[in-house]
């Protein structure tokens, strides 16, 4: 045998190394972060999008929002009756939104839940060189998409089935994309906020993201007026940039229509000297509010990261 | 090392001796095996706090926000009780959903599946475990919302025969956990379908359950709905026995019929469950599999 | 353990097939094993040679295909309860339970399954965790375990019920040297509390079930290739007696040694330590005899020429050997196509030519 032949790898590997130097890590660029992004997004869609699969697309583009959306055009049906049906525009914009919502918190805070307990694979994407919440954002992107889908049927379905008058030659478009684009980056920043929570609980924490869902849906004026919350509730409501983001929307695609920020009695109407907000107030709330959100939802992800490393978290499973 | 007493516990003779047991042994050994798994469901509330805010302040927040349509809707008081009662009810559907029906998978994927298998119980005693220790949970969680949202909300409840609540109450209870029993086998033979298959239990029930209105106002959904699911017939007894003042009928049968229709829901329910559980584990051992539909 | 306690296994044919696409695959085909009551069994095999499909299906969690299979005289497919009765499993690697109960809680909870009442179950539990070495452990979570506690606990777990039967698929796979030893001292002293307790042990670990089982079965490809004592099975392979020999001198050079009676050969050993041999000025043989009895010619031998013994060396296939030997590669190496061994490198050849490649 020649002395080739009997080398180990070790050695060889050694001859063929001339090249390698360890310590010249490339540096992260913004390329690199939009590859990140664009692979997780990738990822999330291939686990999470389900327009070929005619079962999944029913359950979470038609049946859920859809759901959502009866069980209060039916409320209003059992108490108001041909009174309720005026209000029934107002109901089924803001539930048709809330999927946008409901997706975007639920997108961020499962894709955790999902990676740390069923498929073991957080701790290996946490140490990977790409931004954890770049890939974060990209896996939890797909189901935003999905949330989408569910708000345009149901929106449909309301003009279609439930009666809803709908001019789109009415709509204020310029409106409508700025809204729609600070309210995304809103949603986004509290999934992002549901994700550092996830990172800290267990694994029953599936629900939480609906829950919290659940509970801002009280405050941003989503199926009723603020004016019929308590003032206290209404600040809150105020500074909360989804309040901002559904009352634009619906000015945008209904306008002259009854608005969920103002109103008589509202302190929307106490503190601005009058009863609706105008375009430009809903743009700078918005903005102002979604940065204040956006730059909380940046320092609790940091927090809960920090914690979660102190702690071990990142690849522990729980489960009862 | 060790004394070698440590590892003699149990004096039988023989194999033949320790395998044999009689019924007392074979009864006993099932419900302990019962207390054995609810007991990480009840330790477990003690160990993470989370549940505090996640399942009472925002499940009560939740239920507000559908007070609040009513009081913009001006509805009479006895709809804010409707709303305060299903928002408690949701705790446990939710319960039933996340930690019944999806358990069996995560156990698989965790490989407590094979265990449960492979121990000497009955394996509907780890069902039952799960589903005592998953009551023990929601209770809590339940109790708390109610209470918050009845004396926030000044939720006026006119109950009529106090024993015929409580009995509808746990029989809703017990038909739910059944259903959640049947559902577990079930979601563990279909695989990671069944995970999305919990989610069409989520807003699509509460509408045809009626979490928030009057069941009987959806026709023949609300009929089917009082039929097969759990929810849906005993929250319509429930609220017609707490607000016995209300409105008027609800178009849906008396709660003393409602209460026999829960019966039959966990007689029926439970033993599907246990029909279902031994089909699968049949499929799992004759196919290779622990789930007989595995992803 | 009376004659009348049948086998703690008995097997007869049994097959597995699996359902697969393209084709089916075949985990076991054909097994006919008997193991006695209070035996310690290895099933030694490479990854895929079936070795955890036969313990499925002792462990009643698999069906086979055909053929039939018992636990002390229950059959796996009928008595299934009465086996899980006198059984338990322990797999390497196991995470199973609930991460966030305690050691103790976690024990408890299985000590329930196997029909323990509840005070005796914190009593064992408690000597169980004592007996392991998981004493300053046991108010800790299950999920903060490092993976030998983990280990250990899975292994507490297994020995709860006092099963006649245990089970152990890998057990130290992936344990550090100290800790895998520790698992292995912990079955042998619980073997050996009581008689006619039986472990089957499967294993790719040569020197694990060389040291610990008392007869042992070689498998690949779902068939046993081989069964008996790792002596009986080693000695299957070495046809000579192999002595590793280190003089003061040996004048004449090996050449010498081989001219005696017995001798099959003797060459001078190459191997390892020759910078040691430098510095002690000795000389090391490799002697091939044919049996250990002419060792003794050998010794007698040396004297005359003035040689004095150093060292001296028994050496014996392992079970590797063994296995090499009756399927033609090793545990780690591919098989080769059309059960052909590849050919070996030629000397003057750095890399084998695609063509000499079966």
Same mark, same amino acid.
């Given at each position: 045998?020649?002395?080739?032949?009997?080398?180990?790898?070790?050695? @060889?590997?050694?001859?063929?190394?001339?090249?390698?130097?360890p310590s010249r890590v490339p540096d992260t660029d913004t390329g690199h972060l939009w590859r990140s992004f664009l692979t997780a997004a990738r990822l999330g869609w291939l686990m999470e999008a389900n327009w070929t699969d005619p079962v999944l697309f029913?359950?979470?583009?038609?049946?859920?929002?859809?759901?959502?959306?009866?069980?209060?055009?039916?409320?209003?049906?059992?108490?108001?009756?041909?009174?309720?049906?005026?209000?029934?525009?107002?109901?089924?914009?803001?539930?048709?939104?809330?999927?946008?919502?409901?997706?975007?918190?639920?997108?961020?805070?499962?894709?955790?839940?999902?990676?740390?307990?069923?498929?073991?694979?957080? @701790?290996?994407?946490?140490?990977?060189?790409?931004d954890f919440i770049v890939v974060l954002l990209g896996r939890g992107v797909a189901r935003i998409g999905v949330g989408a889908m569910g708000a345009l049927i149901t929106l449909i379905v309301g003009i279609v089935v439930l009666g809803i008058r709908f001019d789109i030659g009415a709509v204020d478009w310029p409106l409508l994309?700025?809204?729609?684009?600070?309210?995304?980056?809103?949603?986004?920043?509290?999934?992002?906020?549901?994700?550092?929570?996830?990172?800290?609980?267990?694994?029953?924490?599936?629900?939480y993201p609906e829950a919290a869902a659940g509970a801002l849906f009280l405050v941003v004026g989503a199926v009723f007026p603020l004016s019929v919350l308590p003032a206290a509730a209404q600040v809150l409501g105020l500074l909360n940039p989804l309040t901002w983001w559904l009352g634009g929307a619906r000015q945008a695609l209904f306008p002259g229509g009854q608005t969920s920020i103002g109103g008589p009695g509202s302190v929307f109407a106490e503190v601005f000297g009058h009863d609706r907000p105008t375009s430009g107030e809903i743009v700078v709330a918005l903005l102002l509010t979604g940065a204040l959100v956006t730059l909380a939802s940046s320092l609790i992800f940091r927090v809960s990261d920090r914690r979660a490393k102190e702690q071990g978290l990142i690849d522990r499973t729980t489960g009862t | 090392m060790a004394e070698t007493s440590l590892y003699v516990h149990r004096a039988t003779r023989s194999p033949a001796e320790a395998a044999n047991w009689d019924r007392r042994q074979v009864i006993l050994n099932n419900l302990?095996?019962?207390?054995?798994?609810?007991?990480?469901?009840?330790?477990?509330?003690?160990?993470?706090?989370?549940?505090?805010?996640?399942?009472?302040?925002?499940?009560?927040?939740?239920?507000?926000a559908f007070v609040f349509v009513y009081r913009a809707l001006k509805a009479p008081p006895e709809y804010i009780g409707f709303v305060v009662l299903g928002g408690a009810m949701t705790a446990f559907w939710l319960n039933v959903v996340w930690m019944m029906a999806a358990q069996l998978y995560w156990d698989k994927d965790q490989g407590n599946l094979e265990l449960f298998f492979a121990a000497p119980m009955d394996v509907m005693s780890v069902l039952f475990g799960m589903a005592i220790g998953g009551l023990v949970m929601s209770s809590t969680r339940a109790a708390a919302v109610l209470l918050i949202a009845t004396v926030l909300y000044g939720v006026q409840f006119a109950v009529s025969q106090w024993f015929l609540l409580l009995l509808v109450f746990f029989l809703t209870l017990s038909a739910l956990y059944g259903m959640g029993m049947a559902l577990?086998?079930?979601?563990?033979?279909?695989?990671?379908?069944?995970?999305?298959?919990?989610?069409?239990?989520?807003?699509?029930?509460?509408?045809?359950?009626?979490?928030?209105?009057?069941?009987?106002?959806?026709?023949?959904?609300?009929?089917?709905?009082?039929?097969?699911?759990?929810?849906?017939?005993?929250?319509?007894?429930?609220?017609?026995?707490?607000?016995?003042?209300?409105?008027?009928?609800?178009?849906t049968p008396p709660p003393a019929v409602e209460a026999l229709i829960l019966v039959v829901m966990t007689v029926v329910f439970i033993w599907v469950a246990r029909l279902m559980l031994r089909s699968l584990e049949r499929r799992a051992r004759q196919e290779g599999r622990l789930s007989a539909r595995g992803r | 353990m009376p004659s009348s306690v049948p086998p703690a296994i008995e097997t007869r044919g049994i097959r597995r097939v699996y359902r697969a696409k393209p084709k089916d695959v075949v985990a076991l085909d054909g097994i006919d094993l008997e193991v006695g009551p209070g035996e310690f069994f290895g099933l030694l095999g490479p990854n895929g040679a079936g070795k955890t499909t036969l313990i499925k299906i002792l462990t009643t969690l698999l069906l086979p295909s055909s053929g039939t299979a018992r636990v002390f005289g229950f059959d796996?497919?009928?008595?299934?309860?009465?086996?899980?009765?006198?059984?338990?499993?322990?797999?390497?690697?196991? #995470?199973?339970?609930?991460?966030?109960?305690?050691?103790?809680?976690?024990?408890?909870?299985?000590? #329930?399954?196997?029909?323990? %009442?509840?005070?005796?179950?914190?009593?064992?539990?408690?000597?169980?965790?004592?007996?392991?070495?998981?004493?300053? #452990?046991?108010?800790?979570?299950?999920?903060?375990l490092s993976t030998g506690q983990r280990q250990k606990l899975n292994m507490a777990r297994g020995l709860l019920n006092d099963p006649w039967i245990?089970?152990?698929?890998?057990?130290?796979?992936?344990?550090?040297?100290? %800790?895998?030893?520790?698992?292995?001292?912990?079955?042998?002293?619980?073997?050996?509390?009581?008689?006619?307790?039986?472990?089957?042990?499967?294993?790719?670990?040569? %020197?694990?079930?060389?040291? +610990?089982c008392e007869r042992v079965a070689i498998v690949?490809?779902?068939?046993?290739?081989?069964?008996?004592?790792?002596?009986?099975?080693?000695?299957?392979? #070495?046809?000579?007696?192999?002595?590793?020999?280190? +003089?003061?001198?040996?004048?004449?050079?090996?050449?010498?040694?081989?001219?005696?009676?017995?001798?099959?050969?003797?060459?001078?050993?190459?191997?390892?330590?020759?910078?040691?041999?430098?510095?002690?000025?000795?000389?090391?043989?490799?002697?091939?005899?044919?049996?250990?009895?002419?060792?003794?010619?050998?010794?007698?031998?040396?004297?005359? +020429?003035?040689?004095?013994?150093?060292?001296?060396?028994?050496?014996?296939?392992?079970?590797?050997?063994?296995?090499?030997?009756?399927?033609?590669?090793?545990?780690?190496?591919?098989?080769?196509?059309?059960?052909?061994?590849?050919?070996?490198?030629? %000397?003057?050849?750095?890399?084998?030519?695609?063509?000499?490649?079966?």
């Amino acid at each position: 045998m020649t002395a080739t032949s009997s080398m180990t790898a070790a050695a @060889k590997a050694r001859e063929n190394a001339g090249r390698f130097d360890p310590s010249r890590v490339p540096d992260t660029d913004t390329g690199h972060l939009w590859r990140s992004f664009l692979t997780a997004a990738r990822l999330g869609w291939l686990m999470e999008a389900n327009w070929t699969d005619p079962v999944l697309f029913f359950i979470y583009s038609v049946a859920k929002p859809l759901a959502s959306t009866f069980i209060l055009v039916f409320m209003l049906e059992v108490i108001g009756g041909a009174a309720g049906r005026d209000f029934r525009g107002f109901v089924v914009l803001g539930s048709a939104l809330w999927a946008f919502v409901i997706s975007g918190m639920s997108g961020l805070a499962q894709s955790i839940l999902e990676d740390r307990e069923r498929y073991r694979m957080l @701790k290996y994407l946490y140490v990977s060189p790409s931004d954890f919440i770049v890939v974060l954002l990209g896996r939890g992107v797909a189901r935003i998409g999905v949330g989408a889908m569910g708000a345009l049927i149901t929106l449909i379905v309301g003009i279609v089935v439930l009666g809803i008058r709908f001019d789109i030659g009415a709509v204020d478009w310029p409106l409508l994309v700025v809204v729609m684009i600070g309210g995304l980056a809103s949603i986004v920043a509290f999934g992002i906020v549901m994700a550092a929570v996830c990172m800290q609980t267990r694994q029953e924490a599936w629900s939480y993201p609906e829950a919290a869902a659940g509970a801002l849906f009280l405050v941003v004026g989503a199926v009723f007026p603020l004016s019929v919350l308590p003032a206290a509730a209404q600040v809150l409501g105020l500074l909360n940039p989804l309040t901002w983001w559904l009352g634009g929307a619906r000015q945008a695609l209904f306008p002259g229509g009854q608005t969920s920020i103002g109103g008589p009695g509202s302190v929307f109407a106490e503190v601005f000297g009058h009863d609706r907000p105008t375009s430009g107030e809903i743009v700078v709330a918005l903005l102002l509010t979604g940065a204040l959100v956006t730059l909380a939802s940046s320092l609790i992800f940091r927090v809960s990261d920090r914690r979660a490393k102190e702690q071990g978290l990142i690849d522990r499973t729980t489960g009862t | 090392m060790a004394e070698t007493s440590l590892y003699v516990h149990r004096a039988t003779r023989s194999p033949a001796e320790a395998a044999n047991w009689d019924r007392r042994q074979v009864i006993l050994n099932n419900l302990r095996s019962v207390a054995g798994r609810a007991y990480p469901r009840v330790r477990g509330i003690s160990r993470e706090k989370s549940w505090l805010a996640f399942e009472i302040l925002l499940p009560f927040l939740s239920t507000s926000a559908f007070v609040f349509v009513y009081r913009a809707l001006k509805a009479p008081p006895e709809y804010i009780g409707f709303v305060v009662l299903g928002g408690a009810m949701t705790a446990f559907w939710l319960n039933v959903v996340w930690m019944m029906a999806a358990q069996l998978y995560w156990d698989k994927d965790q490989g407590n599946l094979e265990l449960f298998f492979a121990a000497p119980m009955d394996v509907m005693s780890v069902l039952f475990g799960m589903a005592i220790g998953g009551l023990v949970m929601s209770s809590t969680r339940a109790a708390a919302v109610l209470l918050i949202a009845t004396v926030l909300y000044g939720v006026q409840f006119a109950v009529s025969q106090w024993f015929l609540l409580l009995l509808v109450f746990f029989l809703t209870l017990s038909a739910l956990y059944g259903m959640g029993m049947a559902l577990s086998s079930l979601f563990l033979m279909w695989g990671r379908e069944a995970w999305h298959l919990t989610q069409l239990m989520v807003e699509p029930v509460y509408f045809i359950s009626g979490l928030n209105f009057p069941v009987g106002r959806l026709g023949m959904i609300g009929a089917l709905a009082i039929a097969t699911i759990p929810l849906a017939v005993g929250l319509d007894a429930m609220r017609q026995l707490a607000f016995a003042t209300g409105p008027g009928p609800t178009g849906t049968p008396p709660p003393a019929v409602e209460a026999l229709i829960l019966v039959v829901m966990t007689v029926v329910f439970i033993w599907v469950a246990r029909l279902m559980l031994r089909s699968l584990e049949r499929r799992a051992r004759q196919e290779g599999r622990l789930s007989a539909r595995g992803r | 353990m009376p004659s009348s306690v049948p086998p703690a296994i008995e097997t007869r044919g049994i097959r597995r097939v699996y359902r697969a696409k393209p084709k089916d695959v075949v985990a076991l085909d054909g097994i006919d094993l008997e193991v006695g009551p209070g035996e310690f069994f290895g099933l030694l095999g490479p990854n895929g040679a079936g070795k955890t499909t036969l313990i499925k299906i002792l462990t009643t969690l698999l069906l086979p295909s055909s053929g039939t299979a018992r636990v002390f005289g229950f059959d796996v497919a009928t008595d299934t309860r009465k086996i899980r009765r006198i059984m338990n499993m322990v797999a390497g690697g196991e #995470q199973s339970g609930y991460g966030l109960l305690h050691v103790r809680e976690q024990l408890w909870m299985f000590s #329930q399954f196997y029909g323990l %009442a509840p005070r005796e179950g914190w009593r064992r539990v408690d000597e169980l965790i004592d007996a392991v070495g998981l004493s300053e #452990q046991r108010d800790q979570q299950v999920h903060s375990l490092s993976t030998g506690q983990r280990q250990k606990l899975n292994m507490a777990r297994g020995l709860l019920n006092d099963p006649w039967i245990f089970f152990l698929d890998e057990p130290t796979l992936g344990l550090d040297v100290s %800790a895998a030893r520790t698992i292995r001292e912990l079955i042998v002293d619980w073997k050996a509390a009581v008689e006619g307790r039986t472990v089957l042990l499967t294993t790719h670990y040569m %020197a694990e079930a060389d040291e +610990l089982c008392e007869r042992v079965a070689i498998v690949d490809h779902g068939r046993i290739l081989a069964i008996g004592s790792p002596e009986e099975l080693k000695r299957r392979v #070495q046809r000579e007696s192999l002595f590793r020999l280190e +003089l003061d001198r040996l004048d004449g050079g090996p050449a010498v040694l081989s001219r005696l009676p017995g001798v099959v050969s003797a060459v001078a050993a190459t191997n390892g330590t020759s910078g040691e041999q430098e510095e002690r000025h000795t000389v090391a043989v490799n002697l091939a005899l044919r049996d250990d009895t002419a060792l003794s010619g050998v010794v007698g031998a040396l004297g005359g +020429l003035g040689a004095r013994i150093v060292a001296l060396e028994k050496s014996e296939p392992s079970l590797e050997d063994v296995f090499v030997e009756l399927v033609g590669r090793g545990f780690e190496d591919e098989p080769a196509e059309n059960g052909q061994a590849a050919p070996e490198p030629t %000397a003057d050849s750095a890399e084998p030519r695609e063509e000499e490649v079966a």
